[in-house]
């Protein structure tokens, strides 16, 4: 089952921190986020296994609370090169084939 | 020639044409897949490969008929498409099989229209 993300959209200024939400109506081994640019590939930005694990590189970090089968994406001091479509995708078990996307969330931040 | 590559990167192809479209990974990978990518709604697995033999087929109608020769290359063979066909066509490959625990890197995608 698709997971939900929240907002849509966001549009920030330059500097302004967002957080993107991801949740799931299924118990999750692991929540993958991408990012995607217009006419680019997707890329990945970082994979959260089960057991809570906080990661993060740079100024862009992720939560994952699996007893609520959610997980947050964190992006602090917004640079322009932030800008894309933010998607979660969730896997139910390792060796689950099955990868699921959300809608994504556009994110634009201007100057 | 680094990541994953695909080719053609636009393709225009009547109802009646055959054509394929080709991806090649050089990272060292083990599973590679196909997803279609359609306006306004989510990335949608269609085919996955492990070690060249195909894992999965997600429900997806026989006018796509993949290919995986070797672990390095990955074909998407098409014939009678309809419209709804067009979209976006991406590749992917991850280090072995099995998502839950491995990032996938993406190709650039094939822009695809059914005329």
């Known amino acids: 089952q698709q997971p939900v993300q929240s907002p849509q959209a966001v549009i920030l200024r330059e500097g302004e921190d967002a957080v993107i939400n991801c949740s799931s109506s299924?118990?999750?081994?692991?929540v993958h986020w991408y990012r995607q640019k217009h006419g680019e590939a997707p890329v990945f930005l970082m994979i959260?296994?089960?057991?809570?694990e906080q990661k993060g590189h740079d100024k862009i970090s992720a939560s994952f609370n699996e007893k609520k089968q959610q997980s947050s994406l964190y992006l602090t001091a917004s640079q322009l090169s932030y800008s894309g479509t933010y998607f979660c995708?969730?896997?139910?078990?390792?060796?689950?084939?099955?990868?699921?996307f959300g809608k994504g969330t556009k994110l634009s931040v201007i100057p | 020639e680094t990541g994953v590559t695909q080719t053609p990167r636009h393709l225009v192809m009547g109802m009646t044409n055959k054509k394929s479209l080709k991806c090649e990974q050089h990272?060292?990978?083990?599973?590679m897949y196909w997803y279609k990518q359609s306006a306004k709604k989510p990335l949608e697995l269609m085919f996955v490969?492990?070690?060249?033999?195909?894992?999965e087929n997600n429900s997806v109608p026989s006018r796509f008929s993949p290919e995986c020769p070797n672990s390095s290359h990955l074909f998407l063979h098409l014939h009678t498409l309809q419209p709804e066909d067009s979209a976006l066509y991406l590749c992917?490959?991850?280090?072995?099989f099995g998502q839950g625990a491995y990032e996938q890197y993406f190709g650039p995608g094939t822009r695809l229209t059914v005329t």
């Open positions: 992917a490959s991850s280090l072995r």
């Open positions: 299924k118990a999750l081994y692991s």
């Open positions: 959260l296994l089960k057991g809570g």
């Open positions: 995708a969730v896997a139910a078990g390792a060796g689950s084939y099955q990868l699921t």
């Open positions: 990272l060292g990978h083990n599973a």
């Open positions: 490969y492990s070690l060249e033999e195909r894992v």
